[in-house]
C-alpha cells in the first residue's frame, strides 16, 4: 500500500498512526537489558543479562556496566572484562552484587559524549569450578550527551 498524498486520506493517516504508536509501544515495553534464551547452555554458568544492553544507545555517560550470571562466580577467578572505547580500554572498578551472580563496573571517569563502547567478558569461572560458556561475549551501547 503506498502511502502518497496521506494529508488526503483520513484512512491513511489512521493506520500511519497505529503503525508508529505500535512501533513506539514495542521499543517502550521490549526492555532495555540483553538477555540469553535460558537452558541454552547446560554446560556451565552463562551470561543471562546486561546493562546497557547490545545496541542501546543515549546512555548515560555515568551509567554502571552490569553483567548478571546464570549462577554465581567465583570473586576471586579473572572475570575478563573489559570495557573498550575505540580500542582503548576504559579504566574503572570492578563490584560483586546478588551473592556474586551480578558484576558491577564503574568506570573512574565520566564515559565521552555520543561515543560508542565495546564491552567484552573473555572468562569466567562458577564456585564449583564450572567455566563460563559462550564466551568471548561482546556488546555494544552509545552515550547520549
Known amino acids: ?11 491513511k493517516r489512521i493506520l500511519l498512526r497505529l503503525l508508529v504508536s505500535a512501533f513506539l509501544c514495542i521499543i517502550l515495553f521490549s526492555g532495555s537489558c540483553a538477555t ?3 537452558g ?3 554446560d556451565g554458568p552463562y551470561i543471562v543479562s546486561t546493562y546497557p544492553a547490545s545496541g542501546d544507545f543515549n ?3 555515568y551509567t554502571d ?3 548478571r550470571f546464570s549462577e554465581a562466580l567465583e570473586p576471586g577467578a579473572d572475570i575478563g572484562f573489559d570495557l573498550l572505547a575505540h580500542g582503548v580500554r576504559v579504566d574503572g572498578s570492578l563490584r560483586w552484587l546478588d551473592s556474586y551472580t551480578v558484576l558491577v563496573f564503574r568506570p573512574y571517569d ?5 561515543s560508542m563502547y565495546q564491552c567484552v567478558i573473555k572468562q569466567g569461572q562458577s564456585k564449583e569450578g564450572k567455566q563460563l ?3 568471548p561475549y561482546v556488546w ?3 552515550t547520549g550527551n
Open 1 to 11: 500500500m503506498k502511502l502518497n498524498n496521506i494529508s488526503t486520506c483520513p484512512d
Open 65 to 67: 556496566i552490569s553483567i
Open 59 to 61: 546512555i548515560s555517560r
Open 133 to 135: 560458556v559462550g564466551v
Open 110 to 114: 565520566p564515559l565521552s559524549v555520543n
Open 40 to 42: 541454552q547452555y547446560q
Open 36 to 38: 540469553i534464551e535460558p
Open 140 to 142: 555494544m551501547f552509545t
